[in-house]
């Protein structure tokens, strides 16, 4: 029996994600049937090589079984993920970065977690950068909403807000035991593959960002629990597994797909009127630093 599939999107970042696997041996202690799949988006990179390698065969310990999915381009994180959740046999599914590291026992706490709460639907490790500290900047925001925009996309009002009243943009989270929290990762994030086939996986609408905030929104809509588990730990070695994309079209790519994916959002979940406002708080900005060409390609979006 499988218990737990878990699903990397993988595209140009071999290296990371054999740090990642790597990880997983001890990561995956304690979980009785846990099988990887790697999804990876036309790598050129020699990621399909390594993986052919080692798929098929128990090569990675506590890991049962290992499947790669060759896709002939780059299909975006959320139709990866899709892809692989449809080709999982697991009771939960975890979605997980290639630059990540999984801490020793941390799959074991979370499904653990999952076990004996049937009303949460998804569970977070604690997510922390390279010195240890928490990641609370992305992964550990609030869910969007006018003020969060107003707030947070301008860097005068972030920093202001982000040292002397941080509860308007972060999580308010117990970060030492089990808590409630607004939004998962894609980064790191489990779920339970019953509520997540309900709700149709991930919106392949988004390219790239904001697919996981949507689903946050989603589950939370339905009345499901999302909860940090802060004795689970991953490494997340933010941005990493993004570097190949920017690296080849660019840093304003990045800064599109980013807000193409807060402006779906909008339109999305809450009124025209609502995703108007969000765009002009955004507009704003980026006439201010003169980001006319961003401007030009996110007019209609």
């Known amino acids: 029996m499988t218990k737990l599939s878990i699903i990397i999107v993988n595209w140009n970042t071999k290296a990371l994600l054999k740090q990642c696997l790597k990880s997983l041996e001890e990561g995956c202690g304690g979980v009785k049937g846990c099988e990887v799949i790697v999804v990876d988006n ?3 990179d020699g990621s399909v090589e390594y993986l052919r390698s080692i798929t098929g065969i128990k090569s990675i310990k506590g890991i049962t079984s290992m499947k790669l999915v060759e896709n002939q381009s780059n299909l975006g994180f959320a139709k990866g993920n899709n892809i692989g959740i449809k080709q999982a046999r697991g009771k939960y599914i975890m979605l997980l970065n290639s630059d990540t590291i999984v801490e020793k026992g941390s799959m ?48 005068i009002t972030r920093k202001i807000v982000s040292k002397f009243l941080p509860h308007l943009l972060y999580s308010s989270a117990d970060f030492t035991k089990p808590s409630l929290i607004e939004l998962v990762s894609g980064a790191a994030v489990m779920l339970r ?37 802060p004795e689970a730990k991953v490494i997340h070695l933010g941005g990493r597994s993004l570097q190949p994309k920017i690296k080849k079209e660019g840093k304003d790519e990045f800064y599109f797909l980013n807000f193409y994916g807060l402006f779906l959002f909008f339109r999305k979940n809450y009124s025209s009127f609502k995703t108007f406002l969000v765009k002009t708080i955004v507009f704003s900005q980026m006439i201010i630093t003169g980001k006319f060409s961003l401007i030009r390609r996110l007019w209609n979006k």
């Open 108 to 155: 074991a706490k979370l499904v653990n977690y999952l076990d004996q709460h049937s009303e949460v639907a998804a569970v977070s490790p604690l997510l922390l950068n390279e010195d240890g500290s928490y990641q609370k900047d992305p992964c550990y925001l609030k869910s969007p909403s006018l003020l969060f925009v107003f707030l947070y996309y301008n860097p």
């Open 193 to 229: 593959k019953e509520i997540l086939e309900k709700v149709g996986g991930l919106d392949e609408d988004y390219p790239h960002f904001f697919e996981d905030v949507d689903l946050s929104y989603q589950l939370r809509k339905l009345g499901f629990r999302l909860v940090l588990i």
């Open 42 to 44: 036309g790598s050129t």
